[in-house]
């Protein structure tokens, strides 16, 4: 209970005067980053499209002023959504990229971590960005979460090229095809996620995709 407040409601009774009312315009206070979450699991569960104002405010528990006070309007929220989905839930492909000595292995290593994220318990299953774009009207939405999508296949490329620079790739490797294959095969993974597959089953899938990756010394031709 805020002290202000208290205040005002001892006054009021000792004036004889009823309980004192709340001060007009005065937003509902609320933990940012807790209204934060439950507006990105909303989300990941729904979309962008089929998640209303409404359906944020009831879920978030805030009044549409606080809404529209602390994260601006709807598409504003998504993008912040986004943005933290991206860093908490999102960031494994970047990490293997960063940390693995070759594309291959920072491949295998994301198909693997993707299958255990988009079938975690105690959360909606699949990837947030490409459910989000599913059946989405807004044209800016559906070309933001296009970028990320396309940014992510040119950083696979650009790390396929990499291999093929210093030999760990043949030299024949369609690095631009070898990446987008990569990322069908991650869309792939969040949709079958989201009808139902287990991580075994996904993890099963990334074995098979890893498989058909050229090794150095083989000819793809």
Not at 9 to 15: L, P, Y
Not at 29 to 39: G, W
Not at 81 to 110: C, K, M
Request: overall charge neutral.
């Amino acid at each position: 209970m805020r002290s202000d407040e208290g205040a005002g409601r001892s006054g009021a009774a000792r004036a004889g005067a009823g309980p004192a009312r709340r001060p007009r315009g005065r937003p509902r206070s609320f933990d940012r980053e807790t209204a934060l979450e439950k507006a990105l699991l909303a989300f990941w569960e729904h979309g962008y499209e089929a998640t209303s104002v409404s359906d944020l405010t009831r879920v978030m528990d805030i009044g549409v002023p606080s809404l529209y006070a602390a994260f601006g309007d709807k598409r504003s929220l998504f993008d912040e959504v986004v943005r933290v989905y991206g860093a908490r839930y999102g960031s494994f492909t970047d990490r293997a990229l960063a940390e693995e000595p070759t594309a291959r292995a920072a491949v295998e290593r994301a198909l693997r971590e993707a299958a255990a994220v988009y079938t975690a318990p105690g959360r909606p299953h699949g990837c947030l960005v490409l459910h989000a774009a599913a059946n989405c009207s807004n044209p800016e939405v559906r070309q933001s979460l296009r970028e990320r999508r396309r940014a992510d296949i040119a950083a696979l490329e650009r790390r396929i090229r990499d291999d093929v620079a210093t030999g760990a790739l043949p030299a024949d490797t369609d690095a631009a095809a070898l990446a987008r294959y990569t990322g069908a095969v991650i869309q792939g993974m969040s949709q079958q996620a989201r009808d139902g597959a287990s991580r075994e089953e996904l993890e099963s899938l990334a074995e098979i995709a890893v498989s058909v990756w050229p090794r150095a010394g083989t000819p793809t031709g």
